[in-house]
């Protein structure tokens, strides 16, 4: 499998929703499915340079206290709408809504909300970029389809770069964000750890591609002079006609996307573009710049928006994700076509394909450079956003998510002084694609809604970014000797290995005529060694108790039917072969060495692969149903591979685009005759999907009852969407943008499983020292780091490094401070260090990273040196 995906397109700010008051409401009855036991047949951290430096933390325990009888979610129900950001603050204050978990990110917004009294979380996971149109076609290799003869300059990847210095990131942090934002150059998050390990490396960059206007334009203008444009009386002409550049700006959110939108098109048109200027909500926006074909010339540049909806412990994959046709099968990532060497050194950095922390230093560093010469994407700012709800509800947030991407919002919203409830939920937007879980909507405004109906294998940590076990029971990994991983917490049993073998009755391919797995033994007779092996076990009980939203009982064809989807469709045998899986697909096979079921009861599987993470948490691979948009039950995914090989629908948009076929969704519009006539034929049949393969785990009664369930699941809802979580979908209804969850009486856990996550310490920094230095002299300066005003404990302290620059911001020395008791640290630079200074004003910058939360502190200190 692909790493976890952690990222989603941020629609806008982010999307609106709001819960109505409904009593919860009991699912149908389901047709029993046999229990019985068929026959036996992502990402990290480099934290830990020295693996025993960080002791493991005891797990934290729920208090001992007497529980709750309630069961899975704390509220009857939520109702989630569509509002527009501008009347967050007066609708939460006249009890209209009460909770608004996408996000705002302007100073007066956070201020209205602190005088209302109002409770927030806040999150650093949000980004905004400029996203290009990169096609390219003609004579000059810059053109759209040549029936237009349209001109693309950003088809230039000297033009893309050179936009770096166009936009002045500064002006768009104060004068748009008011101070709620920082500056971006990168693919990677400012408050994430990758950052702070390469902070030396990013000041570096940030430099050449500071705002430099005149430096942009001439840039810019041999280039078009290049490909054949003229510039008349200011205006660049290409065969007599203006060049003019479609912007496709996002009015919806905030505002802050259109006011980005709208000084980059006066950048644009100061240095000779014209600029069509146009305004569309996330919805309006999506046919265009994702669904479209981007050959088709119909926009140049988008007000792109992300948000990163864990804390992301190595975002090392985010080269291969934004950059590359593996990053979505979608038809604007299949026109990326970085160098040879960017794309290597992707791959190499998702796949974690190096023996040391100083080789991946090496490789992100060029990937960094790499990146801003390609340029697909110009970042901008990475948000300090909050969400705001009434001072009656309670909520965990995640750090980098906020609230709508927190997985744990949905085990912890509630209200504070009771159980139950209808909850009113607002996003900015609402049901923006289709939703599938195999290519559907990635939009976080669907994504949102999903975390209520998922359940999880591991649940991340809102803090850390770790994994913890959800239905998990238990799991090991073994990781070969001399590789970086370390360990933090006492769940997962780790050791190193001299060598792992595979065993070579392990899975590690597919034939898609047969439909039969292949095994190591079979294609490697010879034998297969591994980096790292993931063994995880799952409760005795865990398919007795763990039922799908539809009655059915989860079963062993659950996680079978996911390995199978993950091979089939980039097999070109396959009657589902989508071509768009491919490349994604072939990334995953470079490092894959197999997977085994040892026992089908209890539920244990092995995996290998030689791709790993930095943290021994994070190489745990649970094997969860999750296809990266969504969970899925093997009948749900049965009927929609039914109507995708018989060309009715289509689960990713690419392959929709190129059939001309309706991209499936399983929740509205006109999928759903069609999933409803294949549901009607699988039952009909006693429809085994795969059968060579799945018959050994799925029999013909198993089989008989999930379809029954799912078609009086969808008689009584009105969909097909069903998962396992604490919350179930009710009811859909797409063109006012609402839908309703309810209360999963069926869901195993107790309300407070996961209350222990309260606040997250996160550090404060203050630097202090001497104003006026004497080149060649030693000085020192004070780091103090706290929070909540007490001395932050030495114990709980990651690191602290300093970066001196001199005055002309050239990086001079780092280092370490020394720590001299709890919360404090001193920098002591020697007189050869300050030597290396000119007279002027110099900038010492300190980076403070924790072993109880992932998001590094920075401060800063100013002094003058002299001779």
């Not at 939009?443 to 209520?452: E, H, I, L, Q, S």
Request: charged fraction near 25%; charge should be negative.
């Amino acid at each position: 499998m692909m790493r976890n995906r952690s990222t989603t397109f941020l629609g806008l700010l982010l999307a609106t929703s709001m819960v109505l008051a409904a009593c919860a409401a009991p699912a149908p009855t389901p047709t029993p499915v046999p229990t019985q036991p068929p026959a036996e047949p992502t990402k990290a951290p480099e934290q830990q340079a020295q693996p025993t430096e960080v002791p493991p933390t005891a797990t934290p325990e729920p208090t001992p206290t007497s529980r709750p009888p309630r069961t899975g979610g704390w509220l009857d129900a939520i109702t989630m709408v569509k509002i527009s950001p501008d009347a967050v603050l007066t609708q939460l204050q006249a009890e209209e809504i009460d909770i608004y978990a996408s996000t705002l990110g302007r100073a007066e917004q956070f201020k209205a909300a602190q005088d209302a009294r109002l409770g927030y979380t806040q999150n650093f996971g949000g980004a905004y970029e400029l996203t290009f149109n990169p096609y390219g076609g003609g004579a000059n290799g810059a053109l759209f389809d040549q029936s237009t003869g349209k001109l693309n300059p950003f088809a230039v990847p000297a033009i893309r770069e050179a936009m770096n210095m166009l936009v002045d990131r500064d002006y768009i942090v104060q004068e748009i964000y008011g101070g709620l934002a920082s500056p971006k150059f990168f693919p990677i998050t400012g408050a994430f750890p990758d950052y702070a390990r390469l902070a030396d490396v990013a000041r570096e960059l940030e430099a050449k591609y500071a705002y430099n206007e005149t430096k942009a334009d001439e840039i810019i203008t041999a280039e078009m002079e290049k490909l054949g444009a003229t510039k008349v009386d200011g205006k660049w002409t290409y065969n007599g006609e203006p060049v003019t550049l479609i912007f496709i700006i996002r009015n919806d959110g905030d505002g802050t996307r259109k006011l980005i939108g709208d000084y980059v098109s006066a950048q644009l048109e100061k240095i000779g573009f014209t600029v069509d200027r146009q305004y569309k909500t996330s919805s309006e926006a999506s046919p265009i710049w994702i669904r479209g074909n981007p050959a088709d010339g119909l926009w140049h540049l988008y007000t792109g928006g992300w948000l990163t909806t864990a804390v992301d412990r190595d975002q090392g994959d985010n080269f291969l994700s934004y950059y590359t046709k593996d990053g979505q099968p979608l038809p604007l990532w299949q026109a990326y076509k970085p160098t040879e060497e960017f794309y290597q050194l992707a791959q190499a950095l998702n796949n974690n394909n190096f023996s040391t922390l100083e080789e991946r230093r090496e490789l992100f560093a060029k990937a960094l450079r790499l990146a801003m010469e390609d340029s697909v994407r110009v970042w901008l700012v990475d948000q300090k956003a909050f969400s705001p709800y009434r001072p009656d509800v309670s909520v965990t947030g995640d750090l980098a998510g906020g609230i709508q991407g927190s997985q744990l919002q949905a085990f912890t919203l509630r209200f504070a002084d009771r159980e139950g409830g209808d909850l009113k939920y607002a996003m900015s937007d609402l049901l923006v694609e289709p939703w599938n879980p195999v290519a559907g909507s990635n939009w976080v405004f669907d994504t949102a809604p999903k975390r209520f109906i998922n359940d999880y294998g591991l649940i991340a940590d809102p803090f850390t970014g770790l994994a913890w076990p959800q239905r998990v029971e238990s799991a090991s990994v073994e990781v070969k000797e001399g590789l970086p991983v370390g360990k933090t917490l006492d769940w997962v049993d780790f050791k190193f290995a001299a060598e792992i073998k595979v065993p070579a009755d392990a899975f590690i391919d597919w034939d898609a005529e047969k439909q039969v797995f292949i095994t190591v033994g079979e294609k490697f007779p010879e034998g297969l060694t591994a980096n790292r092996k993931s063994t995880v076990t799952y409760p005795k009980d865990f398919f007795q108790k763990t039922k799908w939203h539809d009655g059915s009982n989860f079963s062993v064809g659950d996680f079978m039917m996911l390995w199978i989807m993950t091979f089939d469709r980039a097999k070109e045998a396959s009657k589902i072969y989508d071509k768009s899986a491919v490349a994604s697909f072939e990334t995953f096979a470079k490092d894959f060495k197999g997977f085994r079921i040892v026992s089908t009861d209890p539920f244990v599987v092995e995996y290998y692969s030689d791709a790993f993470a930095l943290d021994a948490e994070l190489n745990v691979f649970d094997n969860w149903p999750e296809y990266g948009y969504g969970n899925g039950a093997w009948h749900m995914i049965a009927i929609g591979n039914l109507a995708e090989e018989n060309g009715e629908l289509a689960y990713s948009a690419a392959k929709a685009d190129e059939k001309k076929i309706e991209w499936m969704s399983f929740i509205d519009g006109p999928s759903l005759e069609i999933l409803k006539k294949y549901l009607d034929q699988a039952a009909a049949e006693k429809y085994v999907p795969y059968a060579p393969t799945l018959s050994q785990y799925i029999t013909l009664e198993e089989a008989a009852a999930r379809y029954q369930n799912l078609a009086d699941w969808y008689a009584k809802q009105g969909h097909f969407w069903i998962g396992t979580g604490p919350y179930y979908l009710d009811k859909v209804f797409s063109v006012e943008k609402t839908l309703t969850l309810k209360h999963n009486p069926d869901f195993q856990d107790p309300a407070d499983k996961w209350a222990r996550f309260a606040e997250a310490k996160i550090a404060q920094v203050e630097v202090d020292g001497e104003g006026r230095v004497t080149i060649g002299k030693e000085a020192s300066f004070d780091v103090l780091v706290t929070f909540k005003d007490q001395p932050y404990p030495a114990a709980e302290i990651q690191e602290v490094k300093y970066l001196l620059f001199d005055a002309n911001n050239a990086l001079v020395a780092t280092g370490v401070a020394e720590a001299t008791g709890d919360g404090q640290y001193a920098v002591k630079l020697d007189a050869d260090v300050t030597g290396k200074l000119t007279e002027g004003s110099n900038k010492l910058e300190v980076v403070v990273t924790s072993k109880l939360v992932s998001v590094p502190t920075f401060a800063s200190f100013q002094f003058v040196t002299v001779k």
